[in-house]
């Protein structure tokens, strides 16, 4: 059975860092690319970035690609997501995805939320 | 960046009645190599993550019943639900996968 488990989320204030982990199982974890995607508040979705199954490349929403930053692990079958300078509009639910070229896995999300 | 226009916002519906939602694109998802749709639907049950539903525009992920149909090609794709059930209540999105990917902004099936 797939799994993804995304840890690492809390509430953080604004400018500061965060690193998001997510665990997959149940899959072989290098052949596949994976995705990070999040949902707001207000159930607006946005794909944030993905990264190739070798970790060799990465790709990212225009708007974010600046301040986030996406890795892996193969060998410990996770992967990350470094986001810095958060802002307010960065609160949302942050989901880990198995990326086919659409996404056929969710995580169960992780919340951040951004405030003084 | 193409811009996924999903329609209606909410709808409510009687168990057996039949839905549709609808998906337009700013630009097609008709990829003409190998004649693809880059359009998935999802749905995301309250306090759930999103669940793939259709890829590749009509598609039916394995384990989706078959009420869950996918159609369309090019700038116009439709979800419809016949003989909708109260486990259908949900909220059900459309992603473009042919450039970068966008989501829809999701439809709200509520059941009377």
């Known amino acids: 059975e797939v799994q993804l488990v995304e840890s690492g989320g809390g509430l953080v204030q604004p400018g500061a860092s965060l690193k998001l982990s997510c665990v997959a199982s149940g899959f072989t974890f290098s052949d596949y690319w994976m995705s990070w995607v999040r949902q707001t508040p207000g159930k607006t979705m946005e794909w944030i970035g993905d990264?190739?199954?070798?970790?060799?490349?990465?790709n990212y929403a225009p708007s974010l690609k600046n301040r986030f930053t996406i890795s892996r692990d193969n060998a410990k079958s996770t992967l990350y997501l470094q986001m810095s300078n958060v802002r307010s509009e960065d609160t949302a639910t942050y989901y880990c995805t198995r990326d086919v070229r659409y996404f056929d896995y969710w995580g169960q999300g992780v919340m951040v939320t951004v405030s003084s | 960046d193409i811009v996924m226009t999903q329609s209606p916002f909410s709808l409510a519906v009687s168990e057996g009645e039949m839905v549709t939602i609808n998906c337009k694109s700013s630009?097609?998802?008709?990829?003409?190599?190998?004649?693809?749709?880059?359009l998935a639907w999802y749905q995301q049950k309250p306090g759930q993550s999103p669940k793939l539903l259709i890829y590749?525009?009509?598609t039916r992920q394995s384990g989706v019943p078959d009420r869950f149909i996918g159609s369309g090609s090019g700038t116009d794709f439709t979800l419809t639900i016949s003989d909708v059930q109260a486990e259908d209540l949900a909220d059900y999105y459309c992603?473009?996968?042919?450039?970068?990917?966008?989501f829809g902004s999701g439809t709200k099936l509520e059941i009377k």
């Open positions: 630009q097609s998802l008709l990829s003409s190599g190998n004649q693809k749709n880059y």
């Open positions: 590749y525009a009509s």
């Open positions: 990264i190739k199954y070798d970790g060799s490349y990465t």
């Open positions: 992603l473009q996968h042919y450039s970068y990917l966008t």
